[in-house]
């Protein structure tokens, strides 16, 4: 229970400096601003999950969008069995994941690392409550890999509309990976640059992917 502990006390912390530049979304229970009528009809994307910090974690996301309205499906496998993976939409409107040189001369790529690429959290994609930014590292309804490393995730979620009206510019991103392959998240490699209280390897991005329009339907 002392880990969980921590990450919960540092996910009180962490999410002012996941969510720099992220001012302005209105999180899952957001404004309910009339869509113009050529926005209505659903839009179809997909997002390809590939892996980050030699994860071995892929995926594949479906996404359906109608007006700031989002359902979104997530499969990925690969990932830290048991254990949980905090995973948002980020950007800044680039459409663009972090190239392994990214990571520097130790190896590792951190979250701060991957942010000039990926951008800042704009959607926290949760289980349940809170998608706002803010719920970034909210560890309690973020949700966790079964015993094989799966995650098979589906919300419906209200987007931020700069994000809606621009969708295909965003990326995915699911976090944490046992970087010294200890069957858990310790401090073996370190503490997060983002809160010493926090193992590094819970909060590195496990993989990314762009996300990519592929349709409408009406
Ligand atoms: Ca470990
Ligand atoms: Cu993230």
């Keep these: 229970m002392k880990r969980s502990t921590a990450l919960a006390a540092v996910a009180i ?31 179809v994307f997909h997002s390809r999950l590939t892996e980050l910090n030699d994860s071995g974690a892929t995926g594949t996301a479906m ?23 905090a995973q948002h939409i980020h950007g800044v409107g680039n459409s663009e994941c972090p190239p392994p040189s990214a990571a520097g001369a130790d190896g590792v790529l951190n979250v701060l690392e991957g942010v000039p690429f990926y951008g800042p959290i704009v959607s926290s994609l949760t289980v349940r409550g809170s998608t706002a930014p803010s719920a970034g590292l909210d560890v309690e309804i973020m949700p966790v890999a079964d015993a094989k490393g799966r995650i098979n995730y589906r919300r419906t979620i209200t987007l931020p509309a700069t994000v809606a009206a621009n969708l295909s510019a965003y990326q995915i991103v699911q976090h944490g990976v046992d970087l010294n392959g ?37």
């Design 13 to 43: 912390a962490v999410p002012t400096l996941l969510a720099t530049g992220a001012t302005g979304a209105t999180g899952a229970t957001g404004a309910t601003a009339t869509v113009p009528e050529k926005a209505q009809g659903t839009s």
């Design 63 to 85: 996404l359906r969008l109608r007006g700031n309205e989002l359902t979104i499906r997530i499969k990925a496998r690969g990932l830290l069995p048991n254990s949980v993976h």
């Design 182 to 218: 200890s069957g858990e998240y310790d401090f073996g490699p370190g503490a997060s640059e983002l809160n010493a209280a926090f193992p590094l390897e819970a909060t590195v991005p496990a993989n990314c992917g762009t996300i990519d329009h592929v349709g409408h339907q009406h």
